[in-house]
């Protein structure tokens, strides 16, 4: 069998007899990218010449599949089909490669990402980005229509933005605009979730109300997400999410726990203390969520009269002082010699 390495190396040499033919003379390569909370993939990029932007497809699900016994040349061809049908994607790829200098063009499409600050720092270093407590909001440039189109985004770097008379701030204010109009805030309570999840499944209605309880709404959890549910964390920055929520809830302050970069929990104050919920977040993220799409171990607290989103079971002094005792402890070690 081959190792990771290997397979990769057979990819390249292969994947051109299973692509269509105007990709005869593309360039063919594998990069590295860096993805959420410092998680590296291999990507493979199928680039033909003239063509600015093109698709990463991410290589590591499919060796899986190779272990897993699939035949190679299979797998191979189901990579180049991926990657033909990505090639064929959005034209709008390419008039925003066109257009992507000039922020005028750029500025109607920019999205914001939420994402947790220490373990994205190196990543950070070089996009442009503005923190909030333990996170960071990045900046990115929507390609198509992401309910027909999917989640096609470019992020931005600061390289790129040398070519804008724009700021951060500018980005920001933006993306704020941007990302309410074209990814909507979703709300839902468990309960709802539930039921869709079970009448999906054939469960008769007479049968769901039995098994569901009905609860009043300061006893339910309210899970809060975008309308496309990929990145939707950054739904709570949105204006009047959580307040509308806290008014339905009787004005109280929330508290908000961070289930993914795509999803988060809402609930009332009383329904737990900062440090319970915050042990439960830990433990969800142990042993449920991937290490990419985790966005922190921390509950967050909503205030309803100042509208404001803080820390909960801690402050962001306390985490950087902790995070700067770290460092000096791991610089102080002793380096073992071999």
């Known amino acids: 069998m081959l190792s990771f390495t290997e397979f990769q190396e057979q ?31 291999q990507a493979l990029s199928v680039r033909p010449e003239g063509k600015v932007v093109t698709p990463n497809i991410y290589l590591e699900g499919f060796y899986e599949k190779y272990q897993g016994g699939a ?7 189901n990579i180049a089909k991926v990657t033909s049908d990505h090639m064929e994607g959005p034209e709008f790829a390419e008039n925003i490669a066109a257009g992507f200098m000039n922020f005028e063009f750029i500025k109607d499409r920019v999205i914001m990402t939420v994402v947790n600050t220490e373990k994205n720092r190196e990543m950070l270093e070089h996009t442009p ?50 990302s309410q109009e074209k990814l909507p805030a979703k709300l839902q309570t468990m309960n709802e979730i539930m039921r ?4 999906r499944d054939g469960v008769p209605e007479e049968v769901i109300d039995s098994m569901m309880d009905s609860m009043p709404p300061e006893n339910q959890m309210y899970v809060i997400s975008n309308s496309n549910s990929v990145n939707g964390a950054t739904a709570i920055f949105y204006s009047d999410v959580l307040d509308e929520l806290s008014k339905k809830l009787g004005g109280k302050d929330l508290y908000i726990l961070p289930s993914s970069v795509h ?42 009269k100042s509208k404001d989103i803080t820390l909960a079971d801690t402050t962001i002094e306390e985490l950087k002082k902790n995070q700067k005792d770290t460092e000096v402890q791991e610089a102080s070690r002793p380096r073992r010699h071999r």
């Open 71 to 77: 035949d190679l040349d299979e797998v191979v061809g």
């Open 263 to 304: 999803e988060v929990i809402a609930i009332s104050q009383d329904m737990g203390t900062p440090e319970m919920l915050a042990n439960m977040v830990q433990e969800v993220n142990g042993n449920e969520v991937s290490p990419e799409e985790q966005l922190s171990d921390h509950v967050y607290k909503y205030d309803a």
């Open 129 to 178: 980005h503005t923190e909030k407590e333990d996170l960071s909001f990045i900046y990115k440039v929507l390609v198509g229509d992401p309910e027909e189109d999917g989640m096609a985004t470019i992020t931005i770097k600061d390289e790129h933005m040398k070519y804008w008379d724009a700021t951060v701030e500018d980005l920001h204010q933006y993306a704020v605009k941007n």
């Open 11 to 41: 990819v390249t040499e292969e994947i051109k007899n299973h692509l269509p033919e105007q990709y005869a003379n593309a360039d063919v390569v594998i990069n590295t990218v860096t993805k959420n909370n410092g998680m590296k993939l």
């Open 196 to 199: 869709d999840m079970l009448g």
